[in-house]
């Protein structure tokens, strides 16, 4: 830091102090009068709960305040990349993980100092870790993490005599047969949602042994991959694939979720996250839905649902005492003394939301809500979760795929051929990226 910033700073603290009365800055000697700010996307009972571990953080560290700002989800990223480099620019950020490399190569995910880095690897789960693991280190806390499996209506599997949701890609095209009749679909995918179209499918691809990447090397040609869109393509063929019951986003997922909640769907792959939705369109017919592991290719040893996670990264650009404040903060917000019987603040307010925490030691203060049948499978197959690879270039590498794998369902190409120029084209955008 440079003598001029110092002596700003130490200024600034003594008339600090000398306002409040008290002396001293936090309890481990951060600066006095260091103010940070939080930039999150979450709604307004979100940001009373940040800003409630806020407050008692700096009862904890008097002369540090944090301030919470909320954006819509849109401007999350262009409101860290417009703002991040000024004095006044975000100091923590909550960000959705496949960002983190571009947020790393522009110096706006700072390193994580080592007491937070042992925290982390102490404290989650090592694929997470690895998930959020960027050019040598950690760059941050995960706190939201989202993962898939295989929801089905038990009604409809009673009526159509299926004992037991399939386990096995053979028993997912046997029940979606049974299934399909009187304008309903066996088993539904999404499009016009690159998330949606792309995790679903690589779940089945990790389920059968495949990856998308090898380090920076495509597998999209991968046998194990391709498999996944022959899958596809024999549903579609069969009938118990319907295109025209796909469309979908991020918002309400569309006709995509009111074709599941109606009995027109009778399995679908999805996301944890959305379990509220369920429950608001299905009212009492919510007690039909089963969830199940994502059924295991023939290559496959186990199911490997693909997972992605959100997580709160410190500024690299702002000053060293707004960033030791900031990984002081982001500790005690994840620790187990911020939250309520042995939870974070940040576990209480994601299961507040009904989304699952991260963090070991959340995850079994908040045992008795994550134990209902819904979200107790994704609770179980989180250990076997494989990250969606976050790298340079990953947002244009998802819609790539996507744009392969619709085109499988619509019938505008084979799955070898879909295969084929996926591979080159995300190749080439990842040595574009610099990957």
Not at 284 to 292: L, S, W
Request: glycine share 10%.
């Amino acid at each position: 830091m440079k003598t001029s910033t110092m002596r700003t700073v130490a200024v600034s603290a003594a008339l600090a102090m000398m306002a409040a009365g008290c002396g001293g800055g936090g309890e481990d000697g951060t600066p006095a009068a260091t103010k940070i700010s939080f930039l999150t996307h979450w709604g307004p009972d979100q940001v009373k709960a940040l800003e409630a571990a806020a407050q008692a953080f700096q009862k904890r560290n008097q002369g540090v305040t944090v301030d919470i700002r909320a954006v819509p989800f849109g401007n999350l990223l262009s409101t860290l990349r417009t703002q991040g480099s000024s004095p006044n620019g975000p100091t923590i950020a909550s960000v959705y993980d496949l960002w983190l490399p571009e947020l790393v190569r522009d110096g706006l995910a700072g390193d994580m100092p080592a007491d937070a880095e042992a925290d982390l690897a102490a404290n989650w789960p090592k694929n997470l870790v690895e998930g959020v693991t960027k050019q040598g280190g950690p760059r941050g806390y995960p706190n939201e993490v989202d993962l898939y499996a295989l929801n089905y209506n038990k009604k409809l599997f009673k009526e159509a005599g299926i004992a037991a949701p399939p386990r096995t890609w053979a028993e997912l095209e046997a029940a979606a047969a049974k299934l399909t009749k009187d304008g309903r679909q066996g088993f539904g995918v999404i499009t016009s949602w690159p998330a949606g179209v792309v995790h679903p499918w690589l779940s089945l691809v990790n389920s059968n042994g495949g990856r998308l990447l090898d380090g920076a090397v495509p597998k999209l040609d991968d046998p194990r991959t391709l498999a996944a869109a022959q899958l596809y393509s024999r549903l579609v063929k069969s009938g118990a694939t319907q295109a025209k019951m796909s469309n979908a986003n991020a918002n309400t997922t569309g006709p995509y979720l009111d074709n599941f909640v109606n009995g027109r769907t009778g399995m679908i792959i999805m996301a944890n996250w959305w379990q509220g939705a369920l429950k608001e369109a299905m009212g009492e017919r919510y007690q039909d839905v089963g969830v199940a592991p994502i059924p295991v290719g023939p290559d496959g040893a186990t199911s490997a649902s693909v997972s992605y996670s959100w997580l709160t990264v410190v500024n690299g650009k702002a000053d060293q005492a707004k960033q030791q404040a900031a990984w002081k903060f982001l500790t005690f917000l994840n620790g187990k003394d911020s939250g309520r019987n042995g939870s974070s603040a940040m576990g209480d307010i994601l299961t507040s939301m009904g989304i699952l925490p991260s963090s070991i030691s959340d995850l079994k203060a908040h045992q008795a809500e994550l134990s209902d049948p819904f979200l107790s499978v994704y609770v179980a197959e989180l250990a076997n979760a494989v990250p969606f690879p976050s790298v340079l270039g990953g947002e244009a590498m998802s819609q790539a795929v996507q744009k392969h794998v619709e085109n499988v369902v619509f019938g505008k190409e084979t799955p070898e051929a879909a295969m084929g120029a996926a591979q080159r084209e995300v190749a080439d955008i990842l040595t574009k990226a610099g990957t």
